[in-house]
């Protein structure tokens, strides 16, 4: 998955194993929901200096319109699911787009913080929800006889052109009329979403419900234990870092809206390459996957600071830091798939919650590094945390390699 915070290429809880009454415009319309949902949750990382300078607030403090929604998020991850228990997930999907049309028009007219923070916790419930969802109904929303692997990249195709185009675009947009119309066009978007959603998605009934004693069992295996401490230690070095990207080339190296809209743009479009890489190299060895990726972050966070405030090093270092963020969502996946994969359907809600709360986390952390230090002290604080995923990789995650013959669970 590129560039997307949402790791979620697994069965969860409706197994997708069979196919319903799907189609192409079914699947392609949930491709487009991924595409507004990640649009909606990363825009502000395009706009955060607009806000904070329209909001008379710091930069840190208007980070919180990131961390809100993670946080939210990573509640409705696991307690929609079985809140919703065996709804058809069409109505489901149908709601939580209503949700996201609903939380950016309010973004779109927010004149004070107060107002903005709210809307962005309710987005938070479209986000989780959706993500802990809807990546398990590709194999329904599919045609007959499209593989569901196949169907999954339809969809994961949304977050894709969100990293590579909607942030960019919507960045680009708010140098122009303003951050507030960004959003509003963001919930056009969703709107037509909405229509297409009602005419289109199929019934969607889940072959099961999810319950509370499921949630932890990926918690349970011993191996996916370790994986979770190294996902969550690039996981914080990433979240707290990667939102405050545009402020640096704006305040640290001086680039116009133009220029950064540009380099948003080309770490979309690297994550594309690095999504690619881990899907094939991780397949083979996912634990030196980790290691690869965990170097690139390190050496994207030990070089920006020096090299970034020039256009071609920003260029360099900002196509690394897409590729490594590409990679780094799909290592995620795959590890638990190899080393846990009894445990991937039921424990993915809690997955879901579990990279949100990393959202949440690491954009507060960096808020307050920025508040009260500056961008490169964040870059160089977030460099301990790769350090000790490295360490874990080559210590107590040793000889955790792939097995031999591929699990049937998988």
């Given at each position: 998955?590129p560039q ?16 319903s009454?799907?189609?192409?415009l079914?699947?392609i319309?949930?491709?487009?929901t ?7 949750e990363f ?15 710091s930069v ?10 993670g946080?939210?998020a ?6 929609v ?11 489901l999907l149908?709601g ?15 004149h004070?913080?107060?107002?903005l923070?709210i809307?962005?916790?309710i ?8 993500w802990?969802t809807a990546i398990?109904?590709?194999?329904k929303l ?8 196949k ?16 942030v960019?675009?919507?960045?680009w947009?708010?140098?122009f009329?303003?951050?507030r119309?960004?959003f ?6 969703g709107a037509?979403?909405?229509?297409l959603e009602?005419?289109?998605?199929p ?21 996916a ?8 230690l690039?996981g914080?070095a ?20 133009s220029?950064?809209?540009?380099l948003?743009?080309?770490?979309g479009?690297a ?14 060895n ?9 170097l690139c ?8 600071p ?5 256009k ?6 900002t196509?690394l830091?897409g ?8 290592t995620?996946?795959?590890w638990?798939?190899?080393h ?10 809690l ?6 709360v990393?959202?949440a ?11 009260h230090?500056n961008?490169?002290?964040?870059l160089?604080?977030v ?7 490295l ?12 097995p031999k ?6």
């Open positions: 998955m997307s915070t949402h790791p979620s290429l697994s069965n969860s809880q409706d197994s997708p194993a069979t196919h009454n799907g189609s192409w079914a699947l319309t949930v491709a487009v991924a595409f507004a949902l990640v649009t909606s825009l502000p990382i395009g706009v955060l200096n607009a806000i904070a300078t329209d909001l008379n607030i840190g403090t208007a980070g919180l319109v990131i961390t809100l929604p946080i939210m990573a509640l409705a991850a696991p307690l699911p079985i809140s919703v228990k065996t709804l058809d997930r069409r109505y149908i939580l787009t209503a949700i996201m049309v609903i939380a950016n028009l309010i973004t779109a007219i927010s004070s913080f107060e107002l923070l809307s962005r916790f987005l938070g419930i479209a986000i989780g929800g959706f802990a398990a109904l590709s194999g599919a045609p007959l006889h499209l593989p569901i692997a169907a999954n990249a339809v969809v994961m195709a949304g977050v894709t052109l969100a990293t590579v185009l909607g960019p675009i919507g960045t947009l708010s140098e009329f303003g951050w119309t960004a509003l066009l963001t919930a056009i978007v037509v979403v909405l229509a009602i005419f289109f998605l019934q969607l009934k889940p072959s099961s419900a999810i319950h509370f004693r499921d949630l932890p069992a990926l918690l349970r295996e011993p191996k234990r370790k994986g979770l401490i190294i996902i969550l690039v914080l990433h979240f707290s870092s990667y939102s405050y990207l545009a402020p640096f080339f704006k305040n640290v190296a001086g680039f116009d809206g220029t950064i809209s540009y948003l743009l080309l770490y479009v994550g594309i390459f690095g999504n690619a890489f881990a899907g094939y190299s991780s397949n083979i996912v634990r030196y996957t980790f290691a690869f990726v965990s972050f390190a050496i994207v966070y030990f070089c920006f020096v090299f970034a405030i020039y071609i090093g920003a260029i360099i270092f196509a830091w590729f490594s963020f590409g990679a780094f969502p799909t995620a996946n795959i638990m798939f190899v846990a994969p009894q445990a991937v359907e039921k424990g993915m809600p997955f879901v919650g579990f990279f949100q990393m959202i986390t690491g954009s507060l952390f960096g808020g307050y590094i920025v508040d230090f961008a490169n002290i964040l160089y604080s460099l301990s945390f790769i350090i000790l995923a360490i874990s990789i080559f210590t107590w995650s040793r000889g955790l390699n792939n013959i591929s699990c049937e669970n998988s």
